[in-house]
């Protein structure tokens, strides 16, 4: 069994955001770079499930330029078999949808029995990628999944999916399918020295999006969220007229 897990690596901000000229970017002083939680915790899935069933690889996937590749190598420390990093100068991390059609590429070259993506990213959050990748190859998909269950020379798996305010849904997926994993979904082990070491020097398979992108969504300007003085309301008085007046402004909103 194939298991291909698609990751990437997202901008974390520990401070106040300093932008680039032009402001369609954050000056990379001022940010860091990370694989994206839900993401490390897709691969650790691929991991452990390949791990339990025989003739098992797990292969980490990226759609993005060369300086991303610490993320995969941080994949390949963790237990996955070989690395993939797929780019084209006319595609923007910033269009879910044309980088979805770029993975896609990947599974069809590889011819995974299951793809899964971390639900969303750390960064950008819009859950689209999982879904829009199942779409370019037509395959089936399920999201949120909190557990994957696959019995050897099974055909299909069981997820458990978390679908809100503490209920569960027990599905059915056949195989070749697209899941995407929920935050909890497992605890990422930390890999050894030695592992990190062997992963620096691992090849990472480079691959070309030679289609068109699809999509063309561009940043155009970046800026800081700042609210106005008539968005404050600063509560004066005791301490229990202040949560009276909080228990009010909840309760009418």
């Not at 996955?80 to 910033?94: G, T, V």
């Not at 370019?136 to 019995?151: D, K, N, Q, S």
């Not at 700042?226 to 007046?245: F, N, P, W, Y």
């Amino acid at each position: 069994m194939k298991i291909l897990a698609c990751i990437k690596e997202a901008t974390i901000i520990p401070g106040p955001a300093v932008f680039m000229p032009g402001g369609t970017d954050i000056n990379p002083d001022f940010k860091l770079r990370r694989i994206s939680e839900a993401d490390e915790q897709a691969v650790e899935e691929a991991v452990r499930l390949t791990e339990s069933l025989d003739n098992g690889e797990a292969v980490a996937v990226t759609a993005g330029e060369e300086s991303e590749t610490k993320a995969l190598r941080h994949c390949l420390a963790i237990g996955a078999n070989r690395a993939i990093r797929i780019w084209n100068d006319e595609l923007s991390l910033f269009d879910p949808l044309a980088i979805a059609a770029a993975l896609a590429q990947v599974a069809r070259d590889e011819t995974p029995d299951i793809v899964l993506c971390g639900v969303q990213s750390t960064d950008f959050a819009q859950q689209i990628t999982g879904p829009a990748l199942a779409a370019h190859l037509g395959w089936p998909f399920t999201t949120t999944a909190v557990a994957i269950e696959i019995e050897p020379n099974d055909q299909e798996a069981t997820v458990t999916r978390d679908v809100g305010a503490g209920a569960r849904e027990i599905v059915r997926i056949p195989f070749p399918a697209v899941i995407t994993v929920q935050l909890g979904i497992n605890r990422p082990r930390t890999p050894s020295f030695k592992q990190v070491f062997d992963a620096k020097k691992a090849p990472i398979q480079q691959s070309t999006f030679e289609a068109p992108p699809t999509h063309s969504i561009r940043a155009t300007n970046m800026r800081r969220n700042e609210l106005s003085k008539t968005q404050l309301e600063i509560l004066e008085g005791e301490t229990g007229d202040v949560a009276s007046t909080i228990k009010s402004l909840i309760e009418e909103n």
